[in-house]
């Protein structure tokens, strides 16, 4: 999966998407590949022009319209998926919320955990039913880092893979 980066992402919460990135490879034994490239700019009319048909990884504050719209139904939200719904541009675009992940006891942790949480959104993951999970629907059970096997089943559902094969063996189908 190849990803337009938003510039505003600090250095910091870069090196977090790399911390991310890397732990989905590892962690897929190879099967998940993502690359970022930080080229997209919003203050910039060419920039946007050429992003339109990649997926893209959006630093967005509490302000953001998509962010507003999810919370006017549910509440709180650290990021957010979306898929192409009738719209010429058909990408997936991956937010993260920064002001509020920002707010959280354990910052890094939990910036890695929603990066890779919704980037399997966006590799098409569902939420699982284990509060321990990655792919928890919530971060009330914790902000874990390692996909477990409720994890690597959803992944063999969704990418038709094997839940033993992505797992190096831990986990039974």
């Known amino acids: 999966m190849y990803l337009l980066g938003d510039v505003d992402f600090t250095p910091q919460e870069r090196a977090w998407v790399e911390q991310a990135t890397t732990l989905l490879a590892a962690q897929t034994h190879g099967y998940v590949r ?53 719209t010429y541009d058909l990408a997936t675009d991956v937010y993260l919320v920064y002001d509020r992940i920002e707010q959280e006891d354990n910052v890094r942790d939990t910036f890695v955990h929603v990066t890779m949480h919704e980037l399997l959104h966006a590799l098409g993951l569902r939420h699982v039913d284990d509060v321990l999970a990655l792919m928890a629907r919530s971060t009330w059970g914790g902000t874990p880092t390692t996909l477990n096997c409720n994890d690597y089943r959803e992944a063999s559902r969704a990418w038709g893979a094997s839940a033993r094969r992505l797992s190096g063996g831990r986990c039974s189908e």
């Open 34 to 86: 993502i690359e970022v490239s930080y080229a997209l700019d919003f203050n910039d009319t060419p920039s946007l022009v050429a992003s339109v048909g990649f997926d893209k990884l959006i630093r967005v504050g509490l302000d953001a319209p998509p962010v507003q719209a999810f919370d006017a139904e549910h509440c709180c939200m650290l990021g957010l998926t979306q898929w192409p719904v009738e």
